[in-house]
């Protein structure tokens, strides 16, 4: 799952405009309004404060005034210029669909704006045209979610809403970044994901004691991190946080860990009489989904808002 969408947002462009733009409904003046509706209009400068100081021919002699009415001229001049080939680009100008297409990237630098430009293309496509048109942009919309694997699902009239898959492919790309501030814990993510990759090659038990003895490693060291935590074992971590709605909850990372410690070969030597059977791969997935599905737990560095959240206008 590529998860976000301003990750793939250059394939907007003939995903899903221009082949909107063929449209037997779409009108002439397509791209200007589509121009209108991602693109805002620029922003009158604020006028400085007025001038308080003047020599005896009336001309400014204060530095900062006279640097705030410079700034303010340039600031000017440039809206004016903006402004001029704003109204041009909504007007219907025939280069509107070239101007469009090269400031996309210059407007579009987050995922909360990706997604509301989505959106308002949308409200101006049901104020400009039928049912057809519109319907077409939400297809070619829903096809792209599919066709990228976004963390999203499209609902009718139009309306993006994180996805379970999304959520989660999110949550362990936000540890990973989390991992990135840190040289022992980006090394602990990477000896993760190498064990992880092996099984590729060959999904023996011993690899997959190895991918979650390395998972429960990193737990560890991205808990230790956490505050007022002292100790150094995911058990003892789990104790200190201080994060549990319930106290059951905290047992259940307990005893996960405690599996891990306890299995022969994972952590430790072992029990080998409490072994009920030779690990396999659904112990991989289901572990592995477990242990990262409490990590919000464990760290104070994950904004779970911000994992679900498709996100504010910024």
């Avoid at 003939?14 to 082949?19: A, C, G, L, M, T």
């Avoid at 903006?82 to 995922?111: C, D, F, M």
């Avoid at 400009?128 to 070619?140: E, G, M, P, T």
Wanted: proline share 5%; aromatic share 10%.
């Amino acid at each position: 799952m590529r998860g976000e969408l301003l990750n793939v947002w250059d394939k907007v462009w003939p995903d899903v405009f221009v082949k909107l733009s063929k449209h037997k409904d779409a009108p002439d003046e397509l791209f200007s309004e589509l121009y209108e509706a991602i693109i805002r209009a620029p922003v009158l400068p604020i006028e400085p404060a007025e001038p308080t100081q003047y020599d005896e021919n009336g001309l400014l002699i204060d530095p900062d005034e006279i640097a705030a009415e410079a700034a303010y001229k340039v600031a000017l001049e440039a809206f004016n210029a903006a402004r001029s080939h704003y109204e041009q680009a909504i007007s219907g100008n025939a280069k509107a669909r070239r101007w469009l297409r090269i400031e996309l990237p210059q407007h579009v630098t987050s995922e909360s704006k990706a997604l509301f430009a989505l959106a308002e293309v949308h409200a101006k496509l049901r104020d400009i045209s039928d049912d057809a048109l519109v319907n077409r942009y939400f297809q070619l919309v829903e096809g792209f979610i599919d066709k990228y694997s976004l963390r999203y699902d499209l609902r009718r009239p139009f309306s993006l809403h994180p996805t379970l898959p999304g959520i989660f492919a999110r949550m362990v790309r936000n540890l990973k970044l989390a991992a990135q501030t840190d040289a022992h814990l980006a090394s602990s993510f990477h000896e993760f994901e190498d064990a992880l990759r092996d099984l590729t090659a060959e999904q023996t038990p011993n690899r997959i004691k190895t991918c979650i003895s390395k998972q429960t490693n990193f737990l560890e060291a991205i808990g230790q991190l956490a505050p007022n935590v002292t100790g150094n074992t995911l058990g003892a971590i789990c104790n200190q946080v201080g994060t549990w709605p319930h106290e059951k909850l905290k047992e259940s990372v307990k005893g996960i860990y405690g599996f891990a410690s306890d299995y022969p070969g994972i952590r430790h030597g072992g029990t080998p009489a409490n072994q009920l059977r030779e690990i396999e791969m659904r112990d991989l997935v289901a572990v592995c989904v477990v242990m990262f599905g409490f990590s919000p737990y464990l760290t104070d560095q994950l904004n779970s808002d911000d994992i679900y959240a498709i996100g504010e206008v910024a």
